[in-house]
Nanobody
């Protein structure tokens, strides 16, 4: 089992910044991929950014140039630095961790953290 603890959400003005963190713990051999998704009211959950072992980061077009995903393998933690935030970025942000060595095996989701961008 993998437990995920998210932090860093909150209320921010348009143009502001937030940094989300997601720390994984528990019994697992290795992490194959880590990523962030978001779900706004009335909308489907969508990929924001993801990163696979040995691969480059992938971003939704709507956040390219504004958001940066990074991971600390020693801490099993993934971060999402969000700059130049817009009201349309308002959503619940979920961390997803996929375990596995050379291929994805199982997905785990965080509890979600609210990000609200409003003046």
């Amino acid at each position: 089992q993998v437990q995920l603890v998210e932090s860093g959400g909150g209320l921010v003005h348009p143009g502001g910044s937030l940094r989300l963190s997601c720390a994984a713990s528990g019994s697992f051999y290795t992490i194959y991929a880590m990523g962030w998704y978001r779900q706004a009211p009335g909308k489907e959950r969508e990929l924001v950014a993801g990163i696979i072992n040995g691969g480059s980061a992938d971003y939704a077009d709507s956040v390219k140039g504004r958001f940066t995903i990074s991971r600390d393998n020693a801490k099993n933690t993934v971060y999402l630095q969000m700059n130049s935030l817009k009201p349309e970025d308002t959503a619940v942000y979920y961390c997803k961790v996929t375990t596995g060595l050379f291929r994805p095996v199982k997905d785990y989701w965080g509890q979600g953290t609210q990000v609200t961008v409003s003046s």
